[in-house]
């Protein structure tokens, strides 16, 4: 009482007696969830964190008096968690339990208790938030758009078989196998784990029971070791377009008065209109038209009208081969 906070104190405590203990939890949830949302930098998002309040309300009244799943701080942690996920939007769960008041122990064992509170958790779309958590190794790791389309094809032609383990797990898979395919130089396979929040042993577990076991390939050793192999599964199964060389053979040269035109197998000239580039149209992997563009370093009538070695082909001609895909494709740079 002789504290100088003493009117203070009074002027809380009266607030107090007013507001009924319903309305007291309530308001420190609020207070809760704006802390967490802060410290996850996700600002703009004021529906999801009344989405988060209205769900944390209706969990706490169907759970029994007394019990540890109605701790407030805990509560709203999973909320957040179940939330988040239903709008897609990425969350690291071990960056959540790092910010809030919650172990991982009481983090499974919430999540496990709290599912069944929400239905619509079992019902969501699962494969837009793996591939936003995709999205996010990309840019984290400045990957770019190739690697994103590149996973989704992945995700999509091995889900049946992927599925059945939990969000981050699947992302590490689908990211891991498209790096291996592309990006191996690039970004370490445990860097994306750690991202994840996931183990590089599990991700070694699936590719070998999910990729090489399911397909019945062998000669599996380690996911890295291995990496030539699992390239060759992509392949079969149509992820990755398989770099045929371009076989050059020149099989007519016909001189004219002002240019000389190169004939190039069964390709079909589409234009000309520079007398140092030809361009060739031919029929590409899944019927996808392809492009050629071809500049001679040297006079076309020096070049013999028959198949050259690799190496002398390098030296007098320039290739450059362009992929138009179908609208409903996904975009590749040339």
Request: aromatic content about 10%; some cysteine; hydrophobic content about 40%.
């Amino acid at each position: 009482m002789v504290s100088p906070l003493s009117i203070r104190l009074q002027r809380i405590s009266k607030y107090n007696s007013i507001i009924s203990s319903e309305k007291a939890i309530f308001e420190k949830a609020r207070i809760e969830i704006a802390r967490i949302f802060n410290y996850l930098d996700l600002n703009g998002y004021d529906a999801i964190k009344e989405m988060v309040l209205d769900k944390f309300k209706k969990i706490r009244a169907k759970i029994r008096s007394g019990s540890k799943y109605r701790n407030i701080e805990k509560l709203v942690s999973i909320t957040i968690y179940f939330c988040l996920k239903l709008r897609n939007v990425s969350i690291n769960p071990f960056e959540l339990i790092e910010i809030s008041k919650i172990s991982k122990k009481d983090f499974n064992d919430f999540i496990l208790q709290l599912q069944r509170f929400l239905p619509e958790y079992g019902e969501r779309n699962r494969q837009e938030y793996i591939l936003q958590r995709i999205l996010e190794i990309s840019e984290h790791f400045e990957l770019g758009m190739p690697f994103y389309f590149l996973s989704k094809k992945i995700l999509y032609r091995l889900w049946n078989g992927i599925k059945n383990t939990t969000d981050n797990v699947v992302a590490g898979l689908v990211s891991s196998i498209a790096i291996l395919c592309t990006h191996s130089e690039k970004v370490s396979i445990s860097a994306v784990c750690t991202r994840l929040g996931i183990k590089m042993s599990t991700i070694q577990s699936q590719v070998k029971r999910k990729v090489f076991g399911r397909y019945k390939v062998d000669g599996f050793t380690t996911l890295i070791k291995s990496s030539h192999l699992l390239v060759k599964i992509m392949e079969k199964l149509g992820i990755l377009d398989v770099q045929q060389p371009v076989e050059v053979e020149v099989s007519e040269v016909i001189e004219y008065n002002e240019h000389v035109e190169i004939v190039l197998g069964n390709a079909t000239k589409i234009f000309h209109n520079h007398k140092e580039y030809y361009f060739f149209a031919v029929r590409g992997k899944y019927a996808i038209p392809l492009v050629i563009t071809l500049q001679v370093n040297e006079d076309p009538l020096k070049i013999l009208s028959k198949t050259r070695s690799k190496y002398q082909y390098n030296t007098l001609m320039k290739f450059k081969i362009h992929r138009y895909y179908r609208e409903k494709d996904p975009p590749c740079s040339p």
